[in-house]
């Protein structure tokens, strides 16, 4: 049909779509309201196939033509290695299965328009993918396999089903067993391969590293921060002077390097974000903790609009794999400037808490601050000082501050017991390291216990999370919160029936699940051999966390004002909320800067959350 003529009835066949008065119509009933004869039926499909390929209308199970918003959503194609695969699509509970049949190309993770028909059986809804509306594979990474005048690269994602053909010439002398980065020119069709070009021979597939570099460019994280970045890093000072700290306390900082605080970590951390104080003081008597929690000053050195901020933002995250960490800042900042090192002078922001007997934070300040810290602590030796006291081996060597340890664990257990009060639920699964030999192949798997320590500095920064996010909150400006939907009440109600076969319930109030409910049946699991089955369980049903502008509340923590405020090293919400605290301490959140918060942080809580899963994924793999 010719171009211009095909363009006029498609705009005919839309304006009579569009009318309110208008009910999907079967083919022949189309071209009897059209006055359009038996003859040139095979016409109007034309247009009409037309216009479903464009996304523009859609059509049901039983022939019927309409809108396309009436027949299909947009969602997001999750493949399986058997053929068929599902649809993540908002308005619906669950994923919606797509039979092999009817996947249209869609490879996994592509975003795709679908309609929705009734599964066989009618058992559930299915799914037909009737067009790709983003490719999510440009590049893909797998191992090549030579054959003759042309060769194939086998995915490492399972997940895609075709191998790629690779052309003769076009392989950069790739052999079989070579690991390799390929780039797809052709996404292929229902009886054909994708096709590609190899762009980067990662090694052979039993060279030490290949497999960590292969994930790394399988999730198309960033190595090498670029030569601007560098450049913008390296102006950043490797020291604060004297001249440097009185002109900030000149600002209006406040001077805290008098104050005695600690650092506690993994023996191996590099990049010390956040530090601790406490003292405790008897009022009216009762005891009162004068708790700080003192964050690395990132966005005095990272400016908005410069270089490093667009690198922060565009990695979103620090990722952590197996032998290596892919930094979000340069190590120049991260480990330098911004690691808050013993001894030395460095610019803060702190939340100052007092903590009363109840565990309530019964007042707070938020300030820029300068401070120093006076020891760097372990997990390792904080949690002996606190199980073994004056017999622990490392005593000793910090006796000085072993009473600051003590009221440190005071503080942290009532913040604890108030928490669980309220109902937060804490999933205790141990966290493993895996060690490597000089080649690079893992020698031993390590679980990281969660001591004592550990639990105070969690403890800690969850209090200055909650703080943080409620003192923003009651501002009312714009901010970056940490969200914890509630669970769907059908998963959870699936859930309850799955744990009935252990002898166990789930209360719901007025439909909805309380996370005190979940912290009850957690606490009747533990110690029994179904314990990690049903903790696992209970977290699967429950929702992903995210960022969004809107403080909608954390279910899992039992709180209603959450945020991250403690990691702007390695986290760019972090990093972006400090610039606005910052300017709200100045006084310099006037309405322009409000309206620019306004526009760019949904994209920022977006963004941040899909880096993030991006990240959880490549370490988990």
Known sequence: MEENLMKERKETLLAL?????????????????????????????????????????????????????????????TANPRGFGFVTAEGFLEDLFVAPDNTGGAMDGDTVQIIIEEGRGKRRMEAVVIKILKRANETMVGLYERNRRYGFVIPDNPRITSDIFIPEGKDMGAVSGHKVLVRLTSYGGKNKNPEGEVKEILGHINDPGVDVLSVIRAYGLPEEFPEEVMKEAAKAPESLSEAM???????????????????????????????????????????????????????????????????????????????????????????????????????????????????????????????????????????????????????SEYREFAPMFFEMNEAAELLRARRRARGAVDFDFAECKILLDEKGRPKAIKPRQRNAATRLIEDFMLAANETVAEEYFWQQ?????????????????????????????????????????????????????????????ALRSMKQAKYTVSCDGHFGLAASYYTHFTSPIRRYPDLQIHRIIKENLHGELGKKRIAHYEKILPDTAAWSSARERLAEEAERE
């Not at 006055?35 to 390929?53: H, N």
């Not at 300040?365 to 120093?372: D, F, L, P």
């Not at 940490?482 to 859930?495: A, G, L, N, V, Y």
């Not at 309850?496 to 996370?515: D, M, Q, R, T, V």
């Open 17 to 77: 779509m569009n009318e309110e008065s208008y009910v999907p119509m079967k083919l022949k009933e189309l071209a009897i309201l059209l006055d359009i004869p038996k003859s040139r039926r095979e016409e109007l499909k034309e247009v009409l196939d037309a216009l479903i390929a464009d996304g523009k209308a859609g059509v049901s199970k039983k022939g019927k033509y309409g809108k396309a918003e009436l027949f299909s959503r947009t969602g997001v194609f």
């Open 245 to 395: 700290v009185e002109k900030e306390l000149q600002n209006g900082r406040t001077d805290l390097r008098h104050v005695p605080m600690v650092t506690i970590d993994g023996e191996d951390a590099k990049d010390l974000d956040d530090a601790v104080s406490i003292s405790k003081e008897i009022v009216d008597g009762e005891a009162v903790y004068h708790l700080g929690v003192h964050i690395a000053d990132v966005t005095h050195y990272v400016k908005e609009g410069k270089a490093l901020d667009a690198e922060a933002k565009k990695r979103g995250t620090s990722v952590y794999l197996v032998d290596r960490v892919i930094p979000m800042l340069p190590h120049r900042l991260s480990n330098g400037i911004c690691s808050l090192n013993a001894g030395e002078d460095r610019l803060a922001l702190s939340c100052l808490m007092d903590i009363d007997e109840k565990g309530h934070v019964a007042s707070h300040k938020i300030c820029e601050s300068v401070i120093r810290v006076d020891r760097r602590m372990t997990y390792t030796a904080v949690n002996e000082i606190l199980t073994d006291g004056e017999a622990g081996g490392c005593f």
């Open 477 to 537: 400006v714009p901010f970056l919160y940490r969200t914890h939907e509630k669970p769907d009440e059908e998963k959870s109600r699936r859930f309850a029936s799955l744990i009935g076969s252990f002898g166990y319930s789930l209360h719901f109030i007025n439909g909805e699940l309380h996370p005190k409910e979940l912290q009850k049946l957690l606490d009747k699991a533990a110690g029994k051999p179904e314990e990690p089955l049903i903790s696992r369980m």
